[in-house]
């Protein structure tokens, strides 16, 4: 019935998202993204293809111009602003995610991160391994405050895990839960410049651009730490690197960034104060079977003429 082109790099021939596609008639065209393609590449990426999984990588309008098969394209996990999506909107593709399907394997890594800045792991790991023995003292999350900005699921399932901690859980958020007695709900002033740990758990774009900026650096606690584990590009970096090397900050964790791969001039290199993981927050092998799934979903859906589950085109 139609080509579907994969890019998710983690999707392979013969796996459970192959068979469903190839069970309801379609034919998986399997082009894993590793990196950025080059220009001719990326101008005949859709050239056949009726659906597509994508993973994170750019897809801009003139990528569309000539996919005139071409009528969804469905991302392997939760953010779409790689996607010109009013591009997409105007040559008549839906543009679907997959929500819900990796928020507890993000909520687990942004807690994870949260411990390693209080404890200085990254610092103690290579320390041992360079015959050190280091014996510094961290600190408990017990009675700190976790700051949250947004509370969709994966805001939601931090703030679960930091109560569960025994963490004061405060949240900024257009859409609070009175129900939630663990949780104090508040404006977003008040969680920056009252949070021991600031975890992001909101979408880039609109007015949340640059969320982070110089000002909203200097407004946290000199002992505060930042977690990213949303957009990269809701962090002035050069602000950023400007905190943590002028003690405005104690330390960040992020698995987000603006470009990525980390670039070899990115002035967060040369810091110590800073835990830099490799966007894998939501890349568990249970989040990536949900997630995938759920796009291959989305895509027959359209194609069979259905609404898709979770459309961000309307």
């Not at 830099?276 to 990536?288: C, D, M």
């Not at 291959?296 to 898709?308: F, H, M, S, W």
């Amino acid at each position: 019935m139609g080509r579907i082109l994969i890019t998710t790099d983690y999707l392979v021939p013969g796996d459970d998202v192959d068979r469903l596609l190839r069970r309801h008639g379609h034919e998986p065209v399997h082009s894993p993204s590793t990196g950025t393609r080059q220009p001719g590449d990326r101008a005949v990426l859709f050239d056949g293809i009726d659906g597509a999984i994508l993973a994170s990588e750019p897809v801009t309008a003139d990528m569309l111009t000539d996919a005139h098969s071409l009528k969804v394209l469905a991302r392997s996990g939760v953010g779409y602003d790689s996607i010109d999506v009013p591009a997409a909107t105007a040559a008549g593709i839906r543009v679907c995610n997959a929500p819900g399907t990796n928020h507890h394997s993000v909520a687990e890594l942004t807690i994870g991160l949260i411990i390693m800045a209080a404890r200085r792991l990254a610092d103690v790991t290579t320390a041992v391994r360079a015959g050190r023995w280091p014996r510094d003292a961290g600190h408990e999350l017990r009675g700190a405050t976790l700051g949250i900005i947004g509370y969709g699921p994966s805001g939601r399932a931090t703030a679960r895990l930091g109560a569960a901690l025994g963490m004061t859980v405060m949240v900024s958020t257009s859409h609070p839960d009175a129900d939630d007695p663990s949780v104090e709900f508040t404006d977003l002033d008040t969680v920056i410049r009252t949070a021991d740990y600031l975890s992001l758990h909101t979408r880039a774009g609109g007015t949340t651009g640059r969320l982070i900026d110089a000002p909203r650096l200097q407004a946290m606690k000199p002992t505060a730490v930042l977690v990213n584990t949303a957009r990269g590009s809701l962090v002035d970096e050069n602000a950023l690197a400007a905190a943590l090397r002028d003690g405005s900050i104690a330390a960040a964790a992020l698995d987000v960034l603006e470009t990525e791969p980390l670039p070899q001039d990115s002035p967060l290199r040369a810091l110590e104060n800073v835990i830099i993981t490799s966007h894998l927050a939501g890349q568990t092998v249970e989040a990536r079977a949900r997630a995938g799934l759920a796009a291959a979903q989305a895509v027959i859906d359209v194609l069979a003429g259905r609404e898709p589950a979770h459309p961000v085109d309307r």
